[in-house]
Nanobody, 124 residues
């Protein structure tokens, strides 16, 4: 499956963005989906994940209550709504697809396909 992330940009602290990740190729609904982010000089960190049918979600503690992951299998797209942005949210955001799992995966190594990333920059 090929993934294309978009929607990043430069926003002021407190603002909002909606990231999108469009999938093509193999059946999108076969995969759990995740969002990760990587700041300069840091490791790639888990942000959020959603199950193949959309019924289960999981968030990193640092984004709970501010970020919302969702998906539209009819459009082969997963979204990340980001509210109340903080400067520490600045990073390249990546979407990823992984096999269906009983427990949503937070480790990057468990995801098989990755998008190219979209930059989110939050100014204070």
């Amino acid at each position: 499956v090929q993934l294309q992330a978009s929607g990043g940009g430069l926003v002021q602290a407190g603002g909002s963005l909606r990231l999108s990740c469009a999938a093509s190729g193999r059946t999108f609904s076969s995969y759990d989906m995740g969002w990760f982010r990587q700041a300069p000089g840091k490791e790639r960190d888990f942000v959020a994940a959603i199950s193949w049918g959309g019924g289960r979600t999981y968030y990193a503690d640092s984004v709970k209550g501010r970020f919302t992951i969702s998906r539209d299998n009819a459009k082969n797209t997963v979204y990340l709504q980001i509210n109340s942005l903080k400067p520490e949210d600045t990073a390249v955001y990546y979407c990823a697809a992984g096999p269906r799992a009983t427990v949503l995966s937070v480790a990057p190594r468990l995801y098989d396909y990755w998008g190219q990333g979209t930059q989110v920059t939050v100014s204070s």
